[in-house]
């Protein structure tokens, strides 16, 4: 029988339980702390720089492959339901055969779908491997976050972080502006391949550097009734919230999905409680610190992420930047938040995560309220001011809300945990993209008939409105060739002045969640079971 030690937990003088790895303490390169979050840090940087390719990518894709609003929403909605639906299952199987496996074979997966992307010559291909994109990504994030919790201890768990959130930012950083270099000088596609040499690095490097944790008490079955049901009820709900803005709201169908996924989480949570080893004990969830954390990564991702779809077109279609520009002027976001990571860490550590994770919000609020005030002819001076408040805000977020559910989490669970934080965001920013993409086309549909009566415009058929209203909703003055100079002009400045209503009443929203989610964050505290193998590697 093997024996267990303790440790200290967060400086309380409680002394928890802690199993120790079944695998031996590391000695050089493999396994090292260091060297473990180098390496998950270049597989994850894969990630994150999709990320903000994809977004300043999005108008070339939508004018080159003749895609409608709808499906441009796809491109990202697509990559959050298979991420949403398949992270916490994810982090489950890393729990069960080993971080290290499951991480490896989400950075080839993810390559792979994005090499495939490249290649693709239709909307419809591109949200297919895009959803790929998801499912290996759901492999990678969480087992990132498995492999830092085993290696470090706890009083380095807080720095490792913001230190992983550093170079996440830094890839953030670098996405716009290589992405913008290579959509205006070389092809949209360009910026998906570049994944597939980022992908193998990151495989090398595992290959050599990543040593498997598994906790003595890591789970040996899977509750595949528990999978079903928690993919059904996550599915239903991802579903809804992306068909809504063009189902409506009042829909039938909308409801439906949505008391789907309300059945389908009830049965979960019975089933959880019968079956020996769960996919989510519900006892993690008596810790109102991580119970915290996980509403604030929701309500965080829905007022950053809804909120930034919208950037890139104000840019691009209304300001008339070409993507360099764009990716240059969202720099002071994601400088703030390379900036901001290893500093929040740093707090965090010291003051504890409630002071850096409320300012945080309170600082995002601000921000969002900021951007709600943009104008057609804001200066880049003005931007840069509420982009760069909005990365120092987020940083604590992003940094402290992981170790909040993730140190607050047993080490067995840890995959689970990483599913849970990871879940948590991309829920959020399904919703903030759905929730306020009907804020904005609700104000855009409300707000062009009027306009375009007062600049008198001709009169527009049904048919035509409603066209005109889908180009609007992204920032696009639908002017029909040949439209005299005149016109062409009044129906731009009614098209913009139309976007921005939508986008300042979309931020307004956004900013209201953020400062709900101050409330959130006094909730928190830090992690009491971070660093649980904290024997293992050296430091």
């Not at 810790?287 to 604030?296: D, E, I, K, T, W």
């Amino acid at each position: 029988m093997t024996s267990q030690t303790t440790i200290d937990t967060a400086g309380s003088g409680d002394k928890a339980p802690v199993a120790p790895s079944d695998q031996p303490p590391a000695s050089g390169l493999r396994g090292h702390p260091w060297f473990t979050l180098i390496t998950v840090a270049v597989g994850v940087m894969m990630v994150a720089l999709d990320g903000t390719i994809v977004a300043i990518a999005n108008p070339a894709i939508q004018k080159d492959l003749g895609a409608t609003f709808a499906q441009v929403q796809w491109i990202t909605n697509g990559y959050f339901l298979a991420l949403a639906v398949s992270l916490i299952t994810a982090g489950k199987l890393g729990d069960r055969f080993g971080h290290r496996q499951t991480f490896l074979i989400g950075v080839v997966g993810f390559a792979a779908a994005s090499g495939a992307i490249g290649l693709s010559g239709s909307i419809g291909a591109v949200v297919t491997f895009r959803v790929f994109q998801g499912l290996f990504g759901a492999l990678l994030m969480p087992a990132a976050l498995g492999l830092l919790r085993a290696t470090f201890p706890a009083e380095k768990l807080n720095m490792a972080i913001g230190i992983w959130g550093m170079v996440i930012g830094a890839s953030t950083a670098g996405g716009p502006i290589l992405g913008g270099v290579l959509v205006q000088h070389v092809s949209w596609q360009s910026v998906f391949f570049i994944n597939v040499p980022v992908g193998l690095i990151a495989l090398v490097l595992g290959v050599v550097m990543l040593l498997d944790h598994r906790a003595e008490n890591a789970p040996r079955s899977f509750d595949l009734l528990g999978i079903a049901l928690l993919s059904g009820a996550m599915f239903c709900l991802v579903w809804a919230l992306i068909k809504a803005p063009s189902w409506g709201w009042g829909d039938g169908k909308t409801w439906a999905f949505i008391a789907a996924s309300v059945l389908g989480f009830a049965l979960f949570s019975f089933w959880e409680t019968k079956v020996k080893e769960p996919l989510i004990p519900l006892g993690l969830f008596r810790s109102v610190p991580l119970s915290a954390g996980v509403v604030l990564m929701v309500l965080m991702a829905i007022a950053f992420m809804g909120g930034l779809f919208f950037v890139t077109f104000y840019l691009q279609n209304v300001h008339g930047m070409d993507p360099v520009d764009a990716g240059l002027h969202l720099l002071p976001l994601t400088g703030m938040m390379i900036v901001g990571s290893p500093l929040a860490g740093a707090a965090i550590t010291k003051l504890g995560p409630r002071i850096p994770l409320a300012g945080g919000m309170a600082a995002t609020a601000i921000a969002m309220y900021g951007m709600s005030t943009l104008k057609a002819d804001t200066g880049s001076g003005i931007m840069a001011v509420w982009f760069a408040l909005l990365g120092l805000g987020l940083a604590p977020v992003m940094v402290g809300a992981t170790e909040v559910i993730v140190g607050n989490a047993p080490m067995e669970l840890s995959g689970v945990a990483g599913g849970l934080q990871q879940a948590a965001m991309q829920i959020g920013g399904s919703l903030g993209t759905a929730v306020l993409g009907a804020v904005m086309a609700s104000k855009v549909d409300n707000d062009l008939p009027g306009n375009w009566a007062d600049a008198g415009l001709p009169k527009l058929t049904s048919a035509q409105l409603a066209q005109a209203s889908e180009a609007v909703q992204v920032g696009v003055a639908p002017v029909a060739k040949g439209t005299p100079a005149e016109i062409a002009a009044k129906i731009t400045g009614v098209a913009h002045d139309t976007f921005i209503s939508g986008m300042s009443l979309a931020s307004l929203v956004a900013a209201g969640v953020a400062a709900v989610a101050i409330l959130v964050a006094l909730l928190t505290k830090r992690g009491e079971n971070a660093g649980a193998d904290a024997g293992v590697g050296h430091i």
